[in-house]
């Protein structure tokens, strides 16, 4: 049973910072490809960023620029750096790993952006 585990939501005030992780049950080489996504109350699941094994990224246009995804293999983590944080931003993210042609999800994390 393949697991990913999502740390390092909470609240931060407009304009802070928070970073994601995202620990796999297995070795992290071994997706092909990963990605964070969110899902505010009443929308649908979004992708916020991707990353392929080659290091290849693609980030959603709402967080280009502000946001930062990136992998540690030795640490078997991956990252999602969140700066200049909006109130939009708020949402449950969603760490996602592709192996195998089956795509496996963590249980969400909640972020809240609010003053």
């Known amino acids: 049973q393949v697991q990913l585990v999502e740390s390092g939501g909470g609240l931060v005030q407009p304009g802070g910072s928070l970073t994601l992780s995202c620990a796999p049950s297995g070795s992290i080489s071994s997706f092909w490809l990963m990605g964070w996504y969110r899902q505010a109350p009443g929308n649908q699941r979004e992708l916020v960023a991707g990353?392929?094994?080659?290091?290849?990224?693609n980030y959603a246009d709402s967080v280009k620029g502000r946001f930062t995804i990136s992998r540690d293999n030795e640490k078997n983590t991956m990252y999602l750096q969140m700066n200049s944080l909006k109130p939009e931003d708020t949402a449950v993210y969603y760490c996602q790993g592709r192996r195998g042609g089956f795509d496996y999800w963590g249980q969400g994390t909640q972020v809240t952006v609010s003053s």
């Open positions: 990353l392929g094994s080659s290091g290849k990224t």
